[in-house]
């Protein structure tokens, strides 16, 4: 059985977003409220995660906790971005000299070379499957350029602290003058 449309955004994206279906802030706040809270911070990088996939971790996991979006439970979908990104740079590296291949054809009969065919590069596929699956996390995790111009970070009310300010600067006298007719 296949579910149909669009996945359903998490809802501190739909508020972050701007409220782009018109629901309401105060409902998805509600809705929020009423979601389990995951613990904050990712775990370090696991030990058989090596090379490229490590630097891959680090670099992501200090964006993730600039942006606030570090949570526990994504733990396991990280380490799964940083070994398809080293994957996809594996692959990429084996087919620096073309996407193809030639494949020889042999006589079965005989077992003598015939000729040869072009086919694509086997690692092309895996390229390309590694680069799906990292694209479908960046753009999971607002680290894509599209992702982030979505997100709004809403900025601390600081509208009491202003208002503090204002009322503890000193009075500047009027410059209207007394002028009785």
């Known amino acids: ?69 570090d949570a526990r439970p994504d733990a396991m979908m990280l380490e799964g971005a940083c070994v398809n990104y080293a994957r996809a740079v594996q692959a990429d590296a084996m087919i620096q000299h073309g996407c193809q291949v030639e494949e020889p054809i042999i006589n079965h009969t005989t077992g003598e070379v015939i000729g040869t065919k072009i086919k694509n590069h086997p690692a092309v596929a895996v390229s390309n499957s590694a680069w799906r699956q990292v694209r479908a996390f960046c753009s999971e995790f607002g680290l894509s350029p599209v992702s982030r111009t979505r997100l709004t970070l809403e900025q601390p009310d600081t509208s009491s602290e202003e208002l503090m300010k204002l009322l503890a600067t000193p009075r500047e006298k009027s410059k209207k003058k007394d002028t009785i007719q």
């Open 1 to 69: 059985m296949a579910i149909r449309g669009r996945r359903p955004k998490a809802t501190q994206r739909q508020i972050s977003e701007g409220d782009p279906a018109k629901r309401g802030k105060r409902k998805l706040q509600q809705q929020l409220d009423k979601e389990p809270k995951a613990a904050r911070g990712l775990p370090p990088c696991p030990k058989h995660v090596v090379g490229v996939a490590r630097s891959a971790w680090k670099f992501w996991v200090e964006e993730l906790q600039e942006m606030k979006l």
